[in-house]
């Protein structure tokens, strides 16, 4: 009751007084054992968050209105300040936020008390090797070996997977709890190859669209789904805020200092999601309510 209590309030607030973030996320590295070739994270030098950092970034994100908080990297299961890991951060977390996930390229032990794990699957395994490097295997591995209960895939689109997702799809519902998406975004440059044109993007969510009916796990709601066709969505973009391992909170777009924001090339359904729940979305929020508060 707890929960639902604050998210009418922060309804309430964000309507007639005040926007503010309800989803965090914190980079703690750009240090990762993959190179893969849709992200641009891993290319980016400089040092990781410290442990006191981090908590102090946790602290000043619950203080501005956020309550769910996600892990990200580089692969965070790489993070460590001396003594103190991923896992204790977690537990920090826990304290302040009513759900704490945690993103993985998963070719490491998924050991963890978060409240979710979202893998990283780019493809069957030939096509996730050839954008990602030699670790489907491993995952696979380490997803059966994992005691987690809550752990869904988490596939990025692009012009090198996307006749495979189907069939990717299938093969995935048997071994994780649900299928989060997302499609690729020219961080980069305008001119990317792996970005999808959107009449091929179209085809790949009619096909996503189908397997939800036929009772496949696709985390993502109707709504959003038809709504990321041609982007017919309107983003509120400080719903969302995100922190760097330099320390730098920023309220608003995911892209934000990250890279060139260009709403028309959106493919996050995350941000679709929460601004279609906060639309009054009954898909979307039903969804959120079974992903992050079930």
């Not at 009418?8 to 973030?21: A, D, G």
Request: charged share 25%; with cysteine; proline share 3%.
């Amino acid at each position: 009751m707890k929960i639902f209590g604050y998210l009418i309030l922060y309804y309430l607030e964000t309507l007639l007084l005040k926007k503010k973030p309800i989803l965090g996320g914190i980079k703690l590295s750009h240090d990762c054992n993959l190179s893969c070739l849709h992200c641009h994270f891993w290319k980016k030098k400089g040092p990781s968050l410290t442990f006191n950092s981090a908590v102090n970034i946790l602290r000043s994100m619950h203080g501005i209105g956020v309550r769910i908080m996600i892990f990200e990297g580089g692969e965070p299961f790489l993070w460590k300040d001396d003594r103190f890991d991923i896992r204790s951060l977690v537990n920090e977390a826990k304290k302040l936020f009513f759900n704490v996930g945690i993103t993985t390229n998963g070719t490491l032990p998924i050991d963890i008390d978060s409240d979710i794990v979202w893998v990283s699957i780019d493809g069957l395994k030939e096509t996730h090797n050839r954008i990602r490097g030699e670790c489907f295997d491993k995952i696979m591995t380490n997803i059966e070996n994992s005691g987690h209960p809550n752990i869904f895939a988490h596939v990025t689109i692009n012009s090198l997977n996307y006749k495979e997702i189907p069939g990717l799809v299938e093969f995935l519902a048997r071994r994780v709890r649900g299928i989060s998406i997302q499609f690729h975004y020219p961080f980069e440059k305008e001119d990317d190859e792996l970005f999808l044109p959107f009449e091929k993007r179209a085809m790949v969510l009619d096909e996503l669209i189908r397997l939800k009916k036929e009772g496949f796990g696709i985390a993502v709601s109707y709504k959003c789904l038809n709504s990321l066709k041609d982007n017919r969505w309107k983003c509120r973009p400080w719903m969302i805020a995100s922190a760097d391992p330099d320390g730098k909170i920023t309220s608003g777009c995911y892209v934000k200092g990250r890279g060139n924001i260009s709403c028309e090339k959106c493919g996050f359904a995350v941000h679709a999601e929460i601004s279609l729940a906060y639309k009054g979305s009954i898909g979307s929020i039903q969804l959120g309510r079974k992903i992050f508060f079930n």
